[in-house]
């Protein structure tokens, strides 16, 4: 990637008594993010408590994280000072940050690609694992839905951004937030209806998408523009026709069973038939 695209009577107080049993015995366990500067294990697993409650959306970005990317080149560096600047509370907008990470990610590429093609997938990926957090994985998509799916449900799960290679490989964004239909750490059933992203050129270029004033919401539908398969003309790679992501893949999560779904949906029709109560 080279950063340049290409109230209740007692009766409800019974139910509600029953669903706060059923959801605590629905609630899967995931692992608890783990940053740093070098590869570490990952947390012990922690509670899905921990995690923001579910009000059909979920949004990691907040004011200060953003940085520009320095170069043409730096997409990659510049996604990993943004994820980082998240993940840490940090505050680095450095070009030297920029630089260090561009060239230790260039060397684990898996292709000798010039400097001008930048960071393969292999190489960002090493980057994510290395300075935030190894959770993060290599995952290649056979179809947008699968991907969009994954990355969402795996940001839901550890509440760790995405990285995405958008504009065929091009250039490089972070998927920090989504709306979805259903809570995915609770049911495999949901939609993602939108997502918020993050596109390192902002301030340096704003010209057909690429990049968009940072957390924009984009519909799953706009997003499909933007997040297309991997092709990276002058030479074939493993990775071509697939949709690219860096996704943080919690480790102990548990899949959502059927009556984790159903006690879900429970809950929600005892909060209706309450708040019809009030």
Known sequence: MTGHPRRPGSALQVLSALTISLLLLATPVIAAPSPGRTPVPAAPAAPAALLPAWDGSVDLYRDGVFTTQKSWLWCTAAGIQIVRNIVERDNDHSTSGQRRYFDWMRKRNRYDLPESAGVDPQGWTAGLRHFIDDRYRLVASRSFSAGLRSAAANLRRTG???????????????????????????????????????????????????????????????LRRFFTPWRYAPLAMVWDSTYISMQPVAKDHKRPVAWAARAAKFAREIHEIQAAAR
Request: no cysteine; aromatic share 8%.
């Open 160 to 222: 760790l951004p995405v990285a995405l290679t958008v504009s065929n490989g091009g250039h490089g964004w972070i998927l920090t937030g989504f709306d979805a239909t259903a809570d995915p750490l609770l049911t495999d059933e949901f939609q993602v209806t939108s997502v918020r992203v993050v596109g390192p050129l902002y301030g340096r270029q704003s010209k057909n998408g690429y990049d968009m004033p940072p957390g924009s919401e984009l519909s799953a539908g706009e």
